[in-house]
């Protein structure tokens, strides 16, 4: 009997909204009938379910789609329907959820000096940063060409850098804040906000759309106050200063009506920005928790190359991310920081799902912080802990979090971990006991990816993010020094290499859109490399003994600044 001979439309159509995406696939090859019953006459309707994709419902012009800047590859360019939006999503999703994801890769290096903090807007195609040396640098996306800057003069050495949404904010000296409004061709200055204490940490975000776009500043002071800064076009007005206890670590994050301040031993703090109201701590010495382990892995993932200028993604591989074991109980051995004795870090928030990060190498879940936060000082199990194997190293600058989808991104010795959880935002052990079908949701799977080229150059890294197609962090790298030429009429010249190498971070985009058009997969070493300057002639055994030599004589200034 053939379903679609017996049934209505209506109830075919809603019964088609359960049915995974690959038998609709599989369907649309039964026969002519279904062919044309899901592509052709229901196309829209079926491919446009929330189920099916998660964009706006009813997408005819995708336009919008492009404009919503999501994707460092453009992956989203050039779509003509929901089906094939909903095919790109399923690709992109299921390459995510492999255990060793198919990446490219590419390093952005911004002039000389190592990149301290870095922000992307994938919808003007730039990304923002500051540096070692200070001043801010903003850079084509797409050529990694420098398109205007600002001097040391207004952007100190290691300046804080946030971002939203052509909305800048960086640290002006100790007790201000400088807002200025960015775009591909220049800046402009805003204000400066002044405070009477030491700024300690700053989180920006933006929140609605359309007219309704609102951004809003929280800052932290270690002297027990918070300041919540609102407005539209980045003209930010004090609304709310909130008393908080002293001590404050500088790390702090927010969604549209709470502010989370790192008050390092003591744990997290949650208040409501519009009345200031402490709406309670998350403590995980007190709150009772579940606990997992991870130990670093012996294979290592492999890094990118060390010198020259990389052009495009380079070819597609496997070797670039090595799976990661989550194991559940406690760490094996007994020289772990006691948890009383830990310090508490960088935090974040996604709905309801909080993460933090520890000194100890610890990775703090709690799927539902609201819920920790009602139940106040009574001992639930409403947490969960990942112990690491660190030594504290990667900890100088506080620990450096994302989470997105389900997947939390930090930073454990030379390594960046990706921990996947559950549709529900549970820890879950890697090979549990227990199976699907047994009513037990299964966690996405866990990997590592490089921080530097070599685990002897480590630095800790000073920013990562967590992106729809791309992983984005600092990359502690060697490069050449190199300057541009002037050229005739002075115009600008061929770059050349000085006859010098060095240390420097970068940014490292590691992608994960799939590719569309069938080109071949590449596994183990993929051999994309960089090109080489002219000028410059660097052999293997020379390479080796300067890592050599920058490992043991490692210059960690400015390292462990805010």
């Not at 209506?10 to 995974?20: D, G, K, Q």
């Not at 020289?335 to 799902?353: I, K, P």
């Not at 610890?362 to 609201?370: D, F, G, I």
């Not at 090109?531 to 490992?551: F, K, N, Q, W, Y």
């Amino acid at each position: 009997m053939d379903p679609l001979a017996q049934l209505p439309s209506e109830l075919i159509l809603r019964i088609i909204e359960f049915t995974p995406t690959a038998s609709l696939a599989a369907l649309t090859r039964l026969n002519h009938s279904w062919n044309s019953f899901i592509d052709e006459t229901h196309q829209e309707a079926i491919y446009s379910t929330p189920g099916r994709t998660y964009h706006p419902l009813g997408v005819r012009d995708f336009t919008s789609l492009k404009q919503d800047g999501r994707s460092f590859s453009k992956y989203y360019d050039n779509i003509t329907s929901c089906k094939d939006l909903c095919r790109r999503q399923t690709l992109l999703s299921k390459n995510w959820s492999h255990e060793r994801p198919l990446t490219k890769e590419r390093i952005i290096r911004v002039g000389n000096d190592p990149i301290w903090r870095f922000r992307p807007d994938f919808q003007r195609r730039v990304i923002l940063s500051t540096s070692h040396s200070g001043g801010l640098n903003v850079s084509d996306m797409d050529s990694g060409r420098l398109l205007w800057s600002l001097d040391r003069d207004v952007v100190r050495p290691f300046a804080h850098l946030e971002y939203a949404d052509g909305i800048a904010c960086w640290d002006c000296e100790w007790e201000g804040v400088e807002v200025w409004r960015i775009g591909r061709e220049g800046g402009e200055k805003v204000k400066v906000l002044g405070h009477d204490v030491m700024t300690r940490g700053f989180q920006l975000s933006c929140f609605g759309d359309g007219e309704g776009k609102k951004w809003c500043l929280c800052v932290v002071s270690s002297e027990g106050c918070g300041f919540v800064y609102e407005g539209l076009r980045g003209d930010l007005e004090l609304t709310r200063r909130i008393t908080i206890p002293t001590g404050a670590v500088g790390h702090l994050d927010q969604d549209e009506s709470v502010v989370v301040y790192s008050m390092g031993n003591e744990g997290y703090w949650f208040y409501e920005k519009g009345s200031g109201e402490n709406l309670g701590v998350l403590d995980p010495e007190q709150a009772g928790c579940e606990v997992f382990f991870a130990r670093h892995p012996d294979k290592r993932p492999r890094r990118a190359t060390a010198l020259g200028m990389q052009d495009g993604m380079g070819k597609s591989a496997r070797d670039r991310t090595t799976p990661l074991t989550v194991q559940a109980g406690s760490f094996p051995g007994d020289d772990r920081v006691s948890l009383d004795e830990d310090e508490w870090g960088a935090g974040m928030l996604s709905g309801n799902l909080f993460v933090g990060v520890s000194r100890g190498g610890r990775l703090l879940v709690c799927p539902n912080w609201h819920k920790l936060c009602a139940e106040k000082n009574k001992k639930k199990n409403l947490i969960q802990i990942i112990d690491c194997d660190s030594d504290g190293s990667s900890f100088d600058l506080g620990g450096w979090l994302s989470v997105r989808d389900h997947r939390v991104m930090f930073e454990i010795q030379d390594l960046i971990y990706i921990i996947g959880l559950t549709d529900d935002d549970h820890v879950q052990a890697s090979n549990p006991t227990h199976q699907e079908d047994e009513g037990v949701l299964l966690a996405r799977p866990s990997f590592t990816t490089a921080t530097s080229i070599k685990p002897q150059l480590a630095n800790p890294v000073s920013f990562m993010g967590l992106y729809e197609d791309c992983i984005m962090s600092t990359y502690t790298t060697l490069h050449y020094r190199w300057r541009r030429e002037e050229g005739e009429g002075g115009a600008p010249g061929p770059l050349r290499a000085l006859n010098r190498i060095f240390q420097t971070k970068a940014v490292r985009v590691l992608s994960l859109a799939p590719e569309l058009d069938g080109d071949e997969e590449v596994e183990g070493e993929s051999g994309d490399g960089e090109e080489s300057l002219p000028g410059v002639d660097a052999t293997r055994a020379e390479l080796h003994s300067l890592i050599a030599m920058l490992a043991e004589g490692e210059d960690d200034e400015g390292e462990d600044g805010g």
